[in-house]
């Protein structure tokens, strides 16, 4: 299901695109009546959530040009109370719609959603909630975006994928989330895969996560210099898809 | 103190001075308080048979001299009391006057002998000048030196000088008589023999010989006849210990030598006794027998010294061989001494030697004790970091092998060459049991340390039974064997234990027979009976018709690494842990392994197990079960039905996994569940044509999901036939099924051709086709018709690998589109590099990027492509400028036309059915400026999405290729160049 997220682009609306991506496709655009105008043909949402964080003149002109094209589109508006009340004559037209005031809390812009959509599958899309919560987060690194796009892929299903480009990236996230398994590649530009993994061993809050090596390095001086730190596995790419699924699983059983 | 210890020490040096001093310089005056005693210095004349005579020597040895005569001095000290003389029985007559006597008395066996001895014959000064006629009766030969003095005076002399003789024996007898006390002790105290103790005995005997054989024998025993018999006796002894000593020493390197040497001296020996007890020999007669027996002993200890000695064993002992050395010297030096200097036999040198090699053999003892101790604590140790050592010692084992299995399965996934392949498999046999052995070596581990638990939980006893049969099913079959099973159709089908741990005894054991058997197989029986309303008790047996245990070969079952009968059974694998874990596993759930066997026949292990009951319901028929399902393997099946939809709900992932396997050539598709409240939720959302559904499960039950099914709303399955999956197989389960809402039932285990027969019974007709599908290898499962045109027009592709590697066609599908999306940009990147070479930093670079395209080519199994990446990675690695020179610009053209043929494959996907929006430069921007965000966060989906969205815009033909650029540059998810392209935009617009 698309969503159009308008407002300004700033934290609040890309943590606010964070948590609706678990629900939609989101995209983001800013408050102005033309860029509206082009992303609801580009994209084709079947909702549009209104950010309004401050009554411009622009502001004004986005729901007069919504209103005009598409009064039967579902929306929701979250702004102040000030903000709503000066914008009730417009938004009373709309037919579907939700009117929110800050302040509030991420996930009553996911509620009102569901509800304005007529998601009767609350239970659905909390389960998939739960489950995505329950879903093991395995962290991919490989300067190989081929091959980074492909392991997505393959494990989406299974596990919450996590992407990083470079080691940098990689420690980057592993600060940020809780990732309970790191497959490393060996040889990358900037940071290698083994000092990813030195860094990784030296970090208290990091050093019990299983690392495996999914590397088509196959040198076998290379291959010892890893082995010393014991990571979980080592797997030589291109790896057979079911290998590293077995693999993937017992190292998370064991844990 | 300090005064005290001064003036101890002052004292003793004056005291010690006092009397050195004095003996030194005061005169003698104890010369007349002795006595007199000096040698007879007077000719002696031998009487000969004819009456004449011949001067003898003083010492002498002549057997055939009976009558010896001499004039006394004429110039006697009036104080001379005695003319002593050495030898056997005398009478001595004083100008024919017997003046004295000597007679042993004849005991029979008891001394009939004529001991030598010393004798005083009374003289006095008047006898001065008078001719002394000694008559020897019975002469042995020996006498020795005479003296002439006062009686007291001449025992003093004797004594003094043979004094160091008895003090040096005394020694060895006492010490030798220690030396079995301290090691008989010791040994006692540690339960352990002392090899020492023999040769303590030896010594000691020696000893004793010496004191008997000396002249003290006169003056210590009552009985001398007696006494001077007893050295002969001791001499037969004394080799014995010696011998069994150096065979201990030696550790039984010669004992048939040192057996032999012995035979011949207790046959000598014997004889010896025999003769002189029937009278018929003297023992000094045959006693030159029982020397040449001895010196048979020392040769063979001499010989084995130099074999030793050759093969450099010698080391061992090499204490105790140079103390025999040493006592083989004295004893040379005694002879020498015995033979050259003076007539009477001393033994004292010998008494030397022996105490030599004694405190040698102490020293050898010692040190070997020593050594024991040490290494035991040694043993103590090791066996403790062991234990530790293997427990953190799986991880670093494990990952190399897999490793190794790794690289090994990339030889088997490359290579066309059958040899090749065939090594290859050998190396993956060998890393899995190498990885079975590691196991099995942990387990142990554990077991020892006593980590091991036996961990009960509720387990089904048919699923645990059809796995192990599973288990050993191929390996009996590889042997062309029968694997059968019996169980008794009341026992429980549930029960509470460490099933994992069951399977792994009953594995241990089959695995076992099937090693021993070569024709015929093994049975699988289990029988039981309740112990009482909660307990069962389960017996186990395990039947063969192998090859069978001797009866004394049975208690090393019970040890560790042991086989039975090595030889018979060198080419069997295995370590021989299996069974000790077995045995072990058994003694932690409380049984014992028990076992009758037949030589040459076949063996029975047997062994009960008392298990909790969860659930008494009857197992039913299993064994018949399981057979059945075993034909089946070998069915095809005989219809397919690609459309229809089937719902398996249970609990157990297994299970779900067995019907999937069954169902996959049918080409069914299949959704899975994993509780009723899950299946709830899926009958919303899909029409199903069958549903299985299984009766046990936690939470909602099949019986009561079942019974949801009418309540609840948008249930698209109100019609569809639902099947009960259950391990209850008694009479009336079906019934009770069908009375609880069900269509039909199911039993597990899940049998193939009863569930054929359910599906065609309840798919709707229009679904299935009654073609035989050809099972292809697994690789191609999957099937996408849509999509296999698409791969045939991909040139040099090996597709079979890269749908191994991208576990799916979907999934190569928008590899080889990615793949064909970078191309161009890695080709920029590498070209770009290229010039700045040999720069140490673009070399780099572009290793890293030829790298990174080795692995693109390979995932979408362009090998050539690949080949010719690690050529190029290679030369970088090693600086080989001019192989990069050389490859390069070919490695590109390849590449470029590789990307020429596969990108208009994508472009159906490129072009935009919707309309086009007229550029919007501000949203343009922005939406790049959130895209770049994306990128670096590697968010490939919202990255995608985006991409997406700016594919609308209708851009003019200079900006749409900058955008063709951009959406490489996503999908190598490289933000800078992004950004890069992105202002190049912005000046264009």
């Known amino acids: ?255 | 103190m300090k005064y005290i210890k001064g003036i101890f020490f002052v004292l003793s040096v004056l005291f010690f001075g006092y009397f050195i001093v004095g003996q030194l310089v005061l005169p003698i005056d104890l010369a007349s308080r002795r006595g007199l005693c000096s040698e007879y210095k007077e000719d002696i004349w031998a009487i000969l048979d004819d009456g004449s005579k011949e001067l003898v020597e003083k010492v002498s040895k002549n057997k055939d001299i009976n009558v010896i005569e001499t004039v006394l001095p004429s110039d006697m000290n009036p104080q001379i009391t005695h003319f002593c003389f050495g030898g056997n029985d005398i009478k001595a007559y004083i100008n024919g006057k017997l003046v004295y006597e000597t007679k042993s008395n004849n005991n029979g066996w008891f001394g009939k002998a004529n001991p030598e001895h010393y004798m005083m014959i009374p003289i006095s000064a008047s006898d001065a000048g008078k001719t002394l006629r000694i008559e020897i009766n019975d002469n042995e030969g020996i006498w020795y030196q005479p003296y002439i003095g006062t009686e007291y005076g001449i025992w003093a002399h004797v004594l003094k000088k043979y004094f160091s003789e008895i003090i040096v024996a005394a020694i060895t007898l006492i010490l030798g008589v220690l030396t079995i006390v301290v090691s008989k002790s010791y040994g006692y105290i540690s339960k352990k023999k002392i090899e020492i103790t023999y040769l303590g005995v030896g010594v000691a005997y020696s000893a004793i010989w010496l004191v008997v054989n000396s002249i003290y024998r006169q003056v210590l025993f009552p009985n001398l006849s007696i006494a001077s018999d007893f050295p002969f006796l001791m001499v037969m002894l004394i080799p014995y210990p010696f011998l069994i000593y150096m065979n201990i020493i030696q550790e039984k390197r010669f004992e048939r030598m040192y057996m032999t040497a012995s035979c011949i001296l207790a046959y000598v020996d014997i004889m010896n006794c025999v003769l002189y007890i029937i009278g018929k020999k003297e023992l000094i007669d045959t006693f030159i027998l029982v020397a040449l027996g001895s010196m048979v002993a020392i040769f063979t200890v001499i010989v084995s010294f130099i074999i030793d000695l050759k093969n450099g064993k010698i080391k061992e002992y090499k204490f105790v061989a140079f103390g025999l050395l040493g006592a083989f010297v004295a004893a040379i030096v005694q002879l020498v001494t015995y033979f050259f200097r003076s007539g009477i036999f001393s033994g004292a040198y010998l008494a030397v030697g022996l105490l030599f090699l004694l405190i040698c053999a102490a020293i050898h003892t010692v040190h070997s004790l020593f050594l024991i101790e040490k290494d035991k604590t040694a043993a103590i140790m090791a066996s403790e970091a062991k234990g530790k050592f293997l427990s953190s010692m799986s991880h670093e084992i494990r990952t190399p092998i897999n490793a190794v299995l790794g690289m090994d399965e990339m030889i088997l996934r490359e290579s066309k060459e059958n040899n090749i392949r065939d090594y290859a498999l050998d190396i993956q046999n060998a890393g899995k049991s190498l990885l079975a052995l590691i196991n099995d070596i942990l387990d142990i581990s554990k077991i020892e340390s006593g980590k091991m638990e036996i961990r009960p939980i509720e387990y089904d006893m048919s699923s645990m039974l059809n796995d192990t049969m599973n288990m050993i099913d191929h390996k009996a079959k590889e042997k062309d064997l029968y694997a059968e099973i019996h169980v008794d159709t009341d026992i429980p089908s549930r029960l509470l234990g460490d099933d994992i741990r069951i399977r792994q005894i009953l594995v241990n054991i089959l695995n076992n027979a099937v090693k021993y058997t070569n024709e015929g197989g093994v049975t699988l029986e289990l029988t039981g009976e309740p112990a009482d309303d909660n307990n069962y008790i389960l017996h186990f047996s395990v039947k063969d018709t192998g090859i069978g245990i001797k009866e004394e070969d049975l208690p090393k079952l019970y040890a560790r690494f042991e086989r039975i009968e090595e030889n018979r059974n060198r080419n069997i694998e295995g370590t021989g842990l299996g069974m000790n874990i077995t045995l072990q596993l058994l003694e932690l759930m409380g049984s014992k392994l028990n076992v009758k066997s037949e030589y040459g026949k076949g063996s029975c292990f047997y062994f009960d197990l008392k298990q909790e009951i969860v659930d008494a319901q009857p197992i039913g028929n299993l064994a018949e079960r399981i057979s059945e399902q075993k034909r089946e393997y070998k069915y095809k099946n005989s219809f397919s039905a690609k459309d229809a939809m089937i719902l398996v709900v249970d609990d157990n992932a297994v299970n779900r996994k067995v019907v999937r396997n069954l169902l996959k050539d049918i080409g069914l598709m299949i959704d899975e569940a994993d509780s009723g409240e899950r299946c709830l939720e899926m009958i919303c959302e899909k029409k199903y044509d069958v549903i299985f559904l299984d009766h046990m499960m936690p939470g909602l039950d099949g019986i009561e999901t079942l019974q949801q099914f009418d309540k609840i709303q948008n249930n698209l399955n109100l019609d569809t036939p639902v099947i009960a999956l259950t391990a209850n197989a008694i009479s009336g389960a079906k019934e009770m099924y069908l009375k609880a809402g069900f269509n039909d039932f199911l039993s597990k285990p899940v049998v193939y051709n009863k569930l054929e027969k359910m599906l065609i019974k309840y798919i709707p007709e229009k679904k299935i086709s009654s073609v035989v599908v050809e099972s292809g290898p697994d690789v191609f499962i999957e099937e996408n018709s849509k999509k296999d045109d698409f791969f045939d027009n991909i040139p040099d592709m090996n597709l079979e690998y890269a749908v191994l590697v991208n576990g799916n066609k979907d999934v190569l599908y928008n590899t080889i589109k990615d793949f064909a999306m970078v191309i161009e940009s890695d080709v920029k990147e590498i070209n770009q590099y290229k010039q700045m070479l040999p720069d140490e930093e673009a070399l780099k670079q572009y290793r890293v990027k030829v790298h990174g395209i080795k692995a693109s080519a390979l995932l979408v199994g362009q090998m050539s492509l690949s080949g010719m990446a690690r050529v190029l990675e290679l030369a970088a690695i090693n600086h080989n400028i001019d192989i990069i020179e050389a490859v390069h610009d070919t490695f590109v053209s390849q590449l470029t036309e590789r990307k020429n043929q596969l990108k208009p494959l994508f472009d159906t996907d490129n072009s935009n059915t919707q309309d086009l929006v007229d550029i919007n430069k501000d949203l343009l921007f922005e939406q790049l400026e959130i895209l770049i965000q994306a990128v670096s966060d590697v968010d490939v989906d919202r990255a995608d999405e985006i991409v997406d969205i700016l594919k609308g815009f209708d851009y003019p033909d200079d900006i749409r290729s900058k955008m063709d650029e951009i959406y490489s540059a996503v999908i190598n998810l490289d933000e800078n160049l992004i950004s890069e392209i992105m202002s190049e935009i912005k000046t264009k617009i």
């Open chain 1, 1 to 255: 299901m698309k969503l159009l997220l308008v407002g300004e682009l700033n934290e609040t609306l890309y943590s606010l695109n964070e948590y609706l991506s678990k629900s939609f496709q989101v995209q983001m655009c800013s408050e102005n009546a033309q860029n509206i105008k082009d992303m609801i043909r580009l994209l084709r949402p079947s909702i549009i959530v209104v950010n309004v964080f401050e009554m411009k003149d622009d502001v004004m002109k986005i729901f007069q040009m919504l209103l005009d094209k598409l009064d039967a589109m579902p929306i929701v508006v979250i702004g102040t109370a000030q903000i709503n009340s000066d914008l009730q004559t417009e938004l009373a037209k709309f037919k579907k719609k939700k009117i929110l005031t800050r302040p509030l809390s991420t996930s009553d812009v996911m509620k009102a959603c569901n509800e304005i959509l007529d998601i009767d599958e609350k239970e659905k899309i909390t389960e998939e909630q739960t489950q995505k919560i329950e879903k093991k987060k395995i962290l991919v690194v490989d300067d190989n975006a081929l091959i980074l796009r492909k392991m997505k892929q393959l494990l989406e299903d299974e596990y919450q994928v996590f992407l990083a480009n470079s080691g940098e990236k990689a420690l980057e996230s592993l600060e940020k989330k809780e990732i309970n398994l790191i497959l490393l590649d060996y040889e990358m530009p900037g940071m290698s895969g083994r000092e990813v993994f030195e860094h990784v061993i030296a970090n208290e809050k990091t050093k019990n996560i299983p690392v495996v090596f999914l590397t088509s390095v196959s040198d076998k001086n290379q291959i010892f210099e890893v082995l010393v730190n014991k990571p979980y596995g080592y797997i030589l790419k291109p790896p057979a898809y079911d290998k590293i699924k077995s693999i993937l699983k017992e190292a998370l059983v064991e844990r």
